[in-house]
């Protein structure tokens, strides 16, 4: 084939492709490698343009053995860190030899790991707690504390309490499973939005009385009939009206508003809005991006004495992904917090 065919042939792969002479300079570079290392690379020696030195040792490697070579290459820039797997091939032909070195992105890939690692530590983490409490319990009930009907009584009560927060950690870990599987599918039933919210308000209204906050429906009465997973939406609501009534602050109200934009600009098209609005302390805005991270709270120590798993936010994220809408959380120290739900109409 003639050199300018093979050059454009080079040129139209993604993965950056280095070729090094047997001189140890570079003959060619692709459209890619000069993205990734500038454009003036060709005629240059390796050493001068590659640098790092796992990879200079893995080209020396395959030079000298005529082997191909793995190692891993990285990039810094501005905004993130790029993670390289990187292969030296030896090649030969037409009274030549050299190197061909390949580039393939896997950052993703390092991003997954890194978040499956992460997820299993905090797993433990959360488990760990309570765990050690019903063992330490257990262990005073079998010795010092078998004969005394005071402290055991307060033991127990402990342990059950600990015993309903790791059921709830492992409820919500099942629903965060089942709600990423089902992302891509979207519901196909059409419920009333209007009827769910009633009865989220209906079975938390005893629980919000006894914290000292009134609940207050407004907005749309009529019935509201959406594309929707009852189940699941009923389980936003439920989330998002709790977490007003626990972190709204006693005495305060929280009002549920629901209301109808015929042109939603993100959501192309009609839509139907759900607000849960409270009046307490606010949340400080350099949180707010991370709020639907997996296990994320901005005072742990709280969310875990009000029986908070962490997951919440996580599951509702992802139960609007799957109905194709939108989540959005406002909030400013002092003057409370919204959470808001977006749902196409049609």
């Known amino acids: 084939m003639e050199s300018n065919l093979v050059k454009s ?26 993205t990734l290392f500038g454009p003036a690379i060709e005629g240059r020696h390796y050493i001068t343009v590659l640098r790092q030195p796992a990879l200079l040792d893995a080209i020396e490697g395959t030079f000298r053995h ?11 820039g501005a905004a993130r860190e790029t993670a390289w797997k990187v292969l030296a091939a030896p090649v030969s032909g037409e009274g030549m030899t050299g190197v061909l070195v390949s580039f393939e992105d896997i950052t993703d890939l390092e ?6 690692r992460d997820f299993v530590a905090n797993v433990s983490h959360e488990l760990r707690t309570p765990l050690t409490a019903l063992l330490g319990f257990i262990e005073t009930l079998k010795g010092a504390a078998r004969d005394d009907a005071v402290a055991r009584e307060r033991f127990l009560s402990i342990m059950e309490r600990e015993a309903e927060r790791m059921n709830r950690l492992v409820h919500d870990l099942l629903s965060l499973s089942r709600v990423e599987a089902e992302e891509r599918v979207r ?33 749309e009465t009529g019935p509201v009939l959406l594309q929707a997973d009852a189940d699941q939406l009923t ?6 009206i ?3 009534v626990k972190y709204g602050g006693a005495g305060q109200r929280v ?21 849960v609005i409270d009046r307490g302390e606010g949340i400080d805005p350099i949180h707010l991006p991370r709020l639907t991270e997996r296990f994320y709270r901005v005072d742990s120590h709280r969310s875990r004495e009000k029986g908070g798993t962490g997951l919440g936010l996580a599951i509702v994220k992802h139960i609007v ?3 194709r809408g939108r989540f959005r959380i406002d909030s400013e120290k002092g003057k409370g917090s919204r959470f808001s739900v977006f749902l196409p109409e049609s």
Do not use: C
């Open 66 to 76: 005529r082997q191909p070579t793995q190692t891993r290459y990285l990039v810094t």
């Open 255 to 275: 009002t549920v508003a629901v209301s109808r934009d015929p042109r939603d600009l993100s959501l192309r098209g009609p839509a139907v809005r759900i607000d």
């Open 321 to 323: 992904n799957r109905h």
């Open 242 to 244: 709790e977490n007003a």
């Open 111 to 116: 991003q997954i790991g890194q978040m499956r």
């Open 187 to 219: 519901p196909t039933e059409r419920v009333d939005v209007t009827a769910l919210i009633a009865s989220s308000v209906t079975a938390l209204r005893s629980m919000a009385q006894a914290a000292g906050v009134a609940l207050e429906v407004t907005g």
């Open 235 to 240: 389980q936003v609501f439920n989330n998002l």
């Open 9 to 34: 042939l080079l040129d139209g792969l993604p993965q950056p492709l280095v070729l090094i002479g047997s001189d140890e300079r570079i003959m060619a570079g692709n459209a890619a490698a000069r």
